[in-house]
């Protein structure tokens, strides 16, 4: 692991008119590192995931890429600076197929604008195959509705492998998924870091977070109440600050 | 070819054997194979298929547009009074084009601008244009007297094919590329699929519904152009009814009422099947009314059939 911060918050604080959703949060995000976001309902994940990905602007303090100062007006700032956000939804067509929603928005094309189907076809295949590994699919031209929520998850996964994002940001990415389902994309997200691709895991399962996390991020009314390595806490330590802050 | 499209196709074939087989064994009462029959519907299926591609390629992008049939009247009165009024048919034909991406994209503005169900917005534009004709025109048909150049290329005969048939043809192959082959396709796809996935992807999806309302409006004045080139005039009424024909050829075609499904050879298979029943029932001399229930029947379940498949699709 470097020691550059790929990504910081400096100070954020969020109001929606009389609402303060976020105070004063700070936190960073290494290369190549995987941090769990944790906190109970209310305690300001959604609001800072939003605010990460471009959706939100924050109100006070700003954002950092690799040391730089960044403003995020839209989503596709956050995509163009290689943050990738899977949600919960995640966000696919159904009624297209994995090689589509894969180079959805993104199609490979010749200069007047059609399609390279077969190459994009080809490297569907190779991305289903070799970096994410997901169960029962056997070909790219399967219908994403047919898929289910966690082979769904693989394929918002793939996109973002494909296109060589840094940041991963998954919103409790396992809350609709079969226990084999979370197994296989938490290896998922080591695999990812063993590529230097950092994830943060937003989730209030304590337990799937400490699986996978380098680190843990806890959030209570909109602050960060405890930030700690995984040598320097237990499972247990972690389940006091969720519950008691 | 996909499952809808697949069925559809099925159904067509059948058919058509079945009529083939008739008209072998019966040749003087069932005269499907004549050629005089055999013009007539390829004269027939080229408006009601421009209408149905535009009013596709709405539906999947997840809108509707019920004003088409009046805005195929109105576009074809501009385009034959102005060429009465002594304009060239090769201008007043692309001006007649350009109306009809003008209303289709007002329409679209509308619907989008306000949030409104484009159900609503172009019932309004149905009974708007139906109206805006009689008020420019009045009650009385227009003729339409091209130059024989333009006559020649859209209701001549090429090799004993229609003008016209080829046209539509041509239309089916460049809106199936467009479509299925090409980015702006994939698009109109996501937009109508799941519009909120296709935003947070990045896709302008009020950019592609307003370039699909377009190309609904401009399709209607095409088919225009066909219908009055061959009649040789534009009747004040001759439209009413043909939005709703239009629609259920894509539904027939296997097109979701939700959007984000269905495919160009779907939509003309639906055109296809609708005018081959039409001309079947016509030459066994069936009273009008039969053809509405038929085509009644067909809507109903040609939409279960695709939602049972959608559904499947979605477990």
């Known amino acids: ?245 | 070819m996909g499952m809808p499209a697949g069925a559809i196709f099925l159904v067509f074939m059948t058919l058509q054997i079945v009529c083939i087989a008739g008209a072998l064994l019966f040749p003087n009462e069932f005269r499907y194979l004549s050629p005089q029959n055999l013009t007539i519907l390829m004269k027939a299926i080229p408006v009601l298929g421009c209408l149905a591609l535009g009013a596709g390629v709405l539906m999947i992008a997840g809108e509707f547009d019920l004003s088409i049939g009046s805005v195929y009247t109105f576009t074809a009165v501009l385009m034959a009074s102005l060429v009465g009024a002594g304009l060239s048919a090769f201008v007043a034909a692309p001006l007649g084009i350009l109306a009809g991406v003008m209303i289709g994209l007002l329409n679209g503005h509308i619907t989008l601008r306000f949030g409104l169900p484009s159900f609503i917005v172009t019932l309004g534009g149905l009974l708007f244009w139906r109206g805006a004709v009689l008020l420019y025109n009045g009650a009385v048909q227009v003729r339409f007297d091209p130059e024989p150049i333009f006559t020649s290329l859209f209701s001549g005969t090429l090799l004993g094919i229609n003008a016209a048939f080829i046209w539509i043809v041509l239309f089916v192959v460049g809106f199936h590329f467009l479509v299925h082959r090409h980015r702006f396709g994939n698009h109109v796809f996501a937009t109508g699929g799941n519009r909120a996935a296709a935003e947070a992807i990045g896709i302008n999806t009020n950019r592609v519904k307003l370039i699909a309302f377009a190309i609904a409006g401009g399709m209607a004045a095409v088919a225009g152009i066909l219908a009055t080139t061959r009649v040789g005039s534009v009747q004040p009424g001759q439209g009413a009814g043909l939005e709703l024909q239009a629609i259920a050829a894509c539904v027939i075609g296997g097109l979701s009422l939700r959007g984000g499904r269905g495919a160009i050879i779907g939509i003309f298979l639906g055109v296809l099947l609708i005018h081959t029943i039409t001309d079947v029932l016509l030459l066994l001399r069936a009273p009008g009314f039969y053809l509405d229930m038929f085509i009644a029947t067909l809507i109903v379940l040609a939409a279960i059939f695709n939602h049972l498949i959608e559904r499947r699709g979605l477990a």
């Open chain 1, 1 to 245: 692991m470097s020691n550059t911060n790929l990504l910081e918050l400096h100070n954020i604080s969020k109001s929606f008119g009389a609402l303060t959703a976020l105070r004063n949060l700070s936190f960073h995000i290494g290369e190549g590192e995987v941090v769990g976001l944790l906190g109970d309902n209310g305690a300001g994940k959604s609001t800072t995931v939003n605010l990460i990905s471009g959706i939100h602007k924050p109100t006070d303090g700003y954002l950092s890429i690799d040391g730089k100062k960044t403003t995020f007006t839209c989503r596709s700032d956050s995509a163009d600076a290689g943050i990738e956000t899977i949600y919960q939804h995640t966000a696919l067509v159904d009624s297209l197929s994995i090689t589509r929603n894969i180079f959805m928005g993104r199609e490979l094309t010749d200069r007047f604008g059609f399609l390279r189907q077969r190459e994009m076809r080809d490297i569907a295949m190779d991305v289903l195959q070799n970096a994410v590994h997901i169960s029962g699919i056997d070909s790219p031209d399967t219908l994403v509705g047919n898929l289910s929520g966690g082979q769904k998850q693989a394929v918002a996964i793939a996109r973002a492998v494909y296109f060589k994002k840094r940041v991963l940001l998954l919103d409790e990415p396992t809350s609709a998924l079969s226990v084999r389902e979370t197994e296989a994309l938490l290896n998922q997200v080591l695999k990812l870091k063993a590529e230097n691709v950092s994830s943060v895991l937003v989730t209030h399962n304590i337990y799937h977070a400490y699986q996978v996390c380098d680190r843990f991020v806890i959030m209570s009314h909109g602050t960060k109440v405890f930030d700690v390595d995984k040598a320097d806490t237990t499972i247990n330590q972690l389940t006091e600050y969720v519950v008691l802050t």
